[in-house]
């Protein structure tokens, strides 16, 4: 096998659609950014400008996942994970806290997330451990790569990091389900489970009551709706409807604008972003990210190994799991946890690790062509 | 790879195929949920976003100012800074209500009350008005440490006048939450100030103007980043009164410190000129926020000073009322003129002997001298002929037992009894020594002053009944153009002339030979009836100083001036002040006298300058103001 050779032939083979996806994305994102951003004055450097230096970062990261062969990557899954496990005990001692969750290693200015590249750890961890000896039977499927991912997850839960958690369970699920349990039941289970996620949700989650579910959210994550009665998910679904079918306009988005919309650089990006563009823009963001889950999934079918497939899923399941439950939060389909917009949210730690990962996929699919040489 | 067959590597492709159709429907779920929102309910949340985004600042209007007859202002607004809390804006509320009870000193438990009032969190809430200066700088310099807040400056009732007149002009204060239900408070709000006495709050619809107001847009914060629109408010409509502020002074003045009322109109169109009450109120203090201690001392003041003696008062009339029985005596032909009935000090009636006011009798008296020296026997005479129900249908004839319609809120109308009314009531039979009594204005018959000076003034000018009235124009604020209200004339009494004139000469001679000998002017001749409402049920010796206060009779005198052609009615009353012909008699001519003597005063240029009116048609516009 040839590996880790970039050719003129492999450059002409660079999948600039792939890329001009993701650009598109991180385009609207910066302007979205600068919209809710401009007027702060009192910071010395302004997001949307730390944002691009983001990008840039994960631009380098996506590089490099990009040049080193996957397979050489994945043998380092299990170290990397150690070296995780070790940051995120790190975070929880000497972690800032904001929002009442110790989730930020402080380095310089600026606040590392371990948690979001936990994420991807996690994905090279379990499509290693599927792929490196034959697993067979639930105990090897099912229970062995639950408990290598329960280290990881319980310390992340400590934060508490209700977002992250619930991410970590979708990436265990949805690479399980790819490699399959050889149980019907326990397949459908889980598929079911993955599908009907949201209705569930609402079913169960939709019946208890206002204090019920402050109490439990309390619990979970002190972050939830610090304002109470619903003020945030309530704001955020104005800002989203009042966008109507063509929006407010560039810098016209009231409800962000005049901060009735909480965190609208971050979390709650999707709805500055639907308030000023309207139900077109909308569709042209949701139409930009289906074509970026279509492009990983043609690579995650076509890759060359199941390694490949299997860290493709992963990827896959990370982002449009986190663009799913953050859509959903922001129009009130969802109780409202802290996971942000891959590619839209401001935040260094997950615009890098988005990248990185993004990398990795396209790595799994220049491999896939390598293989003709 | 080790381990991995090809077929395991093409069930992953297989299931990643379903998966990509899974997450294919999820999607096309949130785009539904999203067409939902910004489609289907896209109206709904803009509305709600422009809600979020704006207030609505009320900006109140310029009351209304109220002139005298004469342009002498009586009510007008002077500048006052308000301080009002919008509960949304605010993000600690104990904090800033303590923030507010060290700044400037407010009541922790007021303000928490004013806070949770009706009227949603969006709704600024008034906290404390007519802040002085120094507590306005003093919030003001604090504003960014207090979200929330507002200070405005505002227009605030003045009444220069203060005491005099607080019972006609009235007062006004913030609108109730019972009155915001009513359709005439409609287009109100809380806060909203509105007349709650007086001609203040019958003519409010003209005073109060409409609210204007400010859309502003403000942050999350509630500061507000600018004037969206603005609509300006419009001032109230001014009012000009049938009052002359010199003459009602002076009424006030001569009552002091007793308590009665006093009623001047002019008898040729029924303008009142003055009306008094005592004790009165401040109506500048009544237009302010009142404490309880404050409003609880009012209220249980015995002198019940926030009644209105001249419309609400209702008292035996006595005396006075012989001026309707003798009409009535005359046209139901009872008597003629020049019957005479024997006065011996006393009318058997039954196993009773009803007793006249003069021990000895007057001996034998005709009509004329039964007016001049209030001889009760001969009213017990002719009333025990007419009846109860003939009774009863004259003093409604005068206007008695229904409202005069003067434009004062809550006027009573006395009682004009009969055995329906008895029975109605008092569950009881009529008894025939009641119409004994009825007929010189005792047992169960009582009038207000206005009553009374209606029926001297419908006398004075040969039997036309006016409504008494209070406001004579109204200055259209939007138009500019001076409005004249109509003279409302009820009707003429269906009374011949000759018996007018009888009546007249009679009274002409109370004045001169008769018991109100003390109301005899140089200046002018009066014509008038004295009356002494008994209290009690009992005769007492009202003169008798070791009688109690309490006890005394309520002196009546009732006139006009001059004599053949009158310019002026007065009706006095005072409580427990003994005869009429001596308490009240010297104050109705104190006041007359003033009257005929008053120069012109000089004219407001803003008050109308004809004063030509519409002719008086006694149909239209009948309750119009009331």
Redesign the interface.
């Known amino acids: 096998m040839l590996d880790g050779v970039i050719t003129n032939r492999a450059l002409d083979h660079f999948d600039w659609r792939f890329i001009g996806v993701i650009g598109a994305i991180l385009l609207l994102s910066i302007v979205s950014i600068y919209s809710i951003t401009y007027t702060q004055s009192d910071v010395d450097i302004p997001i949307y400008a730390k944002q691009v230096l983001w990008i840039l970062v994960g631009g380098i990261a996506f590089g490099a996942m990009l040049l080193v062969d996957y397979h050489k990557i994945a043998r380092f899954a299990y170290p990397l994970y150690a070296v995780m496990l070790v940051l995120l005990v790190v975070v929880l001692v000497v972690g800032k806290t904001s929002h009442g969750a110790q989730r930020w290693i402080p380095i310089g200015p600026f606040a590392f997330q371990p948690s979001e590249f936990a994420k991807l750890v996690l994905v090279l961890v379990l499509a290693t451990y599927y792929?490196?000896?034959?697993r067979e039977g639930w105990l090897q499927r099912v229970v062995m790569p639950g408990l290598i991912m329960a280290p990881a997850l319980l310390l992340i839960l400590r934060q508490p990091d209700l977002g992250s958690s619930l991410s970590f369970v979708a990436i265990y699920i949805?690479i399980m389900?790819?490699?399959?349990v050889r149980s019907k039941a326990l397949d459908l289970i889980l598929?079911f489970s993955?599908?009907l996620f949201?209705f569930v949700w609402e079913g169960v989650w939709g019946a208890l009551h206002d204090y019920q579910r402050e109490r439990i959210m309390a619990f979970l994550d002190p972050s939830y709706d610090t304002g109470g009665k619903g003020y945030h998910a309530l704001?955020s679904?104005?800002?989203?409807?009042?966008?109507?079918?063509l929006g407010k306009g560039l810098y016209g988005g009231?409800?962000s604008q005049?901060?009735?919309l909480p965190e609208g650089h971050t979390d709650f990006v999707f709805a500055v972003y639907?308030?000023e563009w309207?139900?077109v823009g909308?569709?042209l963001l949701?139409g930009l990210?289906?074509a970026l889950?279509?492009l990983c999934?043609d690579i995650?079918?076509r890759a060359k190994?199941?390694?490949g497939?299997?860290l493709a899923?992963g990827v896959?399941a990370m982002i449009?799991f986190s663009m799913?439950i953050n859509?959903?939060m922001t129009?009130g389909?969802f109780p409202i946890v802290g996971i942000p917009l891959p590619l839209m949210s401001y935040g260094g730690s997950v615009t890098v690790a988005t990248l990185a990962a993004l990398g990795l996929l396209l790595n799994i699919k220049r491999r896939r062509l390598s293989l003709f040489y | 790879?080790?381990?991995?067959g090809h077929n395991?590597?093409q069930?992953?492709?297989r299931?990643?195929?379903m998966?990509?159709v899974?997450?294919?429907?999820?999607?096309a779920?949130?785009?539904f949920?999203?067409?939902q929102?910004?489609?289907h309910?896209?109206?709904?949340?803009?509305e709600?976003?422009?809600d979020?985004?704006t207030r609505a600042v009320v900006r109140e209007p310029a009351r209304g100012l109220i002139y005298d007859r004469n342009g002498v202002l009586l009510a007008n607004n002077v500048p006052s800074f308000t301080l009002y809390v919008t509960r949304e804006d605010v993000d600690d509320q104990d904090a800033l209500v303590k923030e507010l009870t060290t700044l400037i000193g407010l009541d922790e438990d007021v303000v928490g009350r004013k806070l949770s009032a009706r009227g949603g969190r969006f709704v600024p809430k008034k906290i404390k008005d007519w802040l002085t200066l120094r507590e306005a700088a003093v919030i003001e310099s604090n504003r960014l440490s207090l979200p929330g807040i507002m200070i405005q400056a505002e227009s605030q009732r003045n009444y220069p006048a203060g005491t005099t007149g607080a019972h006609l002009i009235g007062y006004v204060g913030e609108v109730s939450a019972l009155q915001l239900e009513r359709p005439e408070f409609a287009e109100l709000h809380l806060g909203s100030i509105v007349g709650q006495y007086g001609v203040e709050s019958t003519f409010d619809r003209f005073l109060r103007g409409r609210a204007g107001e400010r859309i502003v847009?403000?942050?999350?914060?509630g500061h507000e980043?600018r004037t969206v629109t603005v609509d300006k408010p419009q001032a109230g409509d001014d009012l000009y009164l049938t009052i002359d502020i010199r003459l009602q002074r002076l009424a006030e003045e001569l009552l002091g410190e007793e308590f009665g009322a006093i009623v001047a109109i002019d008898p040729t169109n029924g303008e009142v000129l003055a009306l008094a009450s005592r004790p009165a109120f401040d109506p500048n203090v009544l237009s302010r926020e009142l404490t309880r201690p404050q409003w609880e001392e009012i209220v249980n003041d015995e002198g019940h000073p926030l009644t209105n003696r001249a419309t609400q008062g209702q008292y035996p009339p006595g005396s006075t009322l012989k001026i309707v029985m003798g009409a009535a005596a005359l046209e139901t032909k009872t008597v003629e003129p020049d019957t005479d009935v024997h006065c011996a000090g006393g009318f058997r009636f039954g196993r009773r002997v009803y007793r006249d006011w003069k021990a000895g009798g007057h001996g034998k008296v005709d009509f004329h001298g039964a007016i001049v020296d209030s001889c009760d026997v001969y009213f017990y005479t002719v009333g025990n002929r007419m009846g109860i129900e003939t009774m009863a249908a004259y003093m409604r004839l005068f206007g008695l037992g229904r409202k005069t319609g003067i434009e004062l809120p809550s006027e009573r109308i006395g009682i004009v009894p009969t055995p329906a009314w008895k029975k109605r009531v008092k569950q009881e039979i009529w008894l025939p020594g009641e119409t004994i009594s009825a007929s010189i204005g005792q047992g169960y018959v009582t009038v207000t002053p206005i009553q009374m000076a209606q029926v001297t003034a419908a006398v004075a000018n040969r039997g036309v009944l006016y409504r008494p009235h209070l406001v004579r124009a109204i200055m259209e604020r939007r138009s500019g153009r001076v409005q004249e209200l109509p003279v409302v004339a009820r009707g003429r009494l269906k009374v011949r002339s000759e018996t007018l004139d009888l009546i007249r000469t009679a009274m002409k001679d109370v004045v001169t030979d008769g018991t109100a000998k003390r109301a005899n002017s140089p200046l002018v001749t009066i014509a008038g009836k004295t009356g002494t409402a008994q209290t009690a049920s009992i005769r007492i010796d009202t003169e008798d100083e070791d009688t109690p206060k309490k006890l005394k009779d309520h002196a009546w005198f009732v006139s006009y001036a001059p004599a053949d052609e009158a310019r002026i009615a007065v009706a006095v009353l005072v409580e427990h002040m003994g005869h009429g012909g001596s308490a009240a008699a010297p104050l109705a001519r104190r006041l007359i006298e003033t009257y005929v003597q008053l120069p012109p005063a000089q004219r407001d240029p803003r008050e109308p300058k004809s004063v030509a009116r519409p002719p008086v048609d006694p149909e239209r516009g009948k309750d119009q103001h009331a």
């Open positions: 792929t490196s000896a034959p949805a389900l790819v490699v399959g598929l993955l599908m949201p704001q679904r104005i800002a989203i409807g009042s966008g109507e079918l009231t409800q005049l901060k009735f639907a308030e309207g139900f909308v569709l949701l990210f289906v889950i279509l999934m995650a079918e190994d199941p390694l497939t299997l899923t896959i449009s799913v859509m959903g129009m389909m | 790879m080790a381990g991995i395991e590597h069930d992953y492709q299931r990643l195929r998966a990509k899974v997450i294919l429907l999820v999607i779920i949130l785009g949920r999203l067409w929102l910004q489609i309910d896209g109206s709904h949340y803009r709600l976003s422009e979020n985004r847009e403000v942050d999350a914060h980043k």
